[in-house]
């Protein structure tokens, strides 16, 4: 496991869309980012963003919880391209969770000050090529 500055950014990001926090997630994105909100479908700018993370809440019925797994870190420069293993414990049926593992792909800016802000955020990561084909 990484222990590299932007665990702690994700994992912020994860408890702020497990909460509905949308306020606090926007900060974690740059005015010019991108979020894959399904192989197809792009959110792009904060407006469109939060738009779509609050129809995700919605879809899974406001139970959606997000961890994180294993990570790597490509960093140069301003730039981190982040891979990740991401879990998505959904609401099934019956009332009991059901797990969904994704291998995520993000990519961050180093803002003025240090702070890293996600410009892209493909929680599909390559698989997004399988999806596309489809």
Partial sequence: ??????RAVIE??????????????????????VLVVRPGLEARGPDQIRRAFTAIAEHFKH??????????????GDTALVLME???DVPGEGGGATEIRREAT?????????????V?????????????EG
């Avoid at 139970?63 to 140069?76: C, D, N, T």
């Avoid at 180093?110 to 802000?117: D, M, P, S």
């Avoid at 892209?120 to 596309?132: C, M, P, Q």
Wanted: some cysteine.
């Fill in 12 to 33: 912020a990001c994860d408890r702020a869309i497990t909460a509905e926090d949308f306020d606090t997630l926007m900060d974690a994105y740059a005015d010019d980012a």
């Fill in 63 to 76: 139970g959606l919880v997000v961890r994180q797994g294993k990570m790597a870190v490509l960093e140069s």
């Fill in 1 to 6: 496991m990484s222990d590299h500055p932007l």
């Fill in 106 to 118: 993000y990519v961050f800016r180093k803002a003025e000050g240090g702070r890293w802000l996600c």
């Fill in 120 to 132: 892209i955020d493909n929680s599909y990561g390559a698989a997004l090529l399988a999806e596309l």
């Fill in 86 to 88: 991401t879990f998505l």
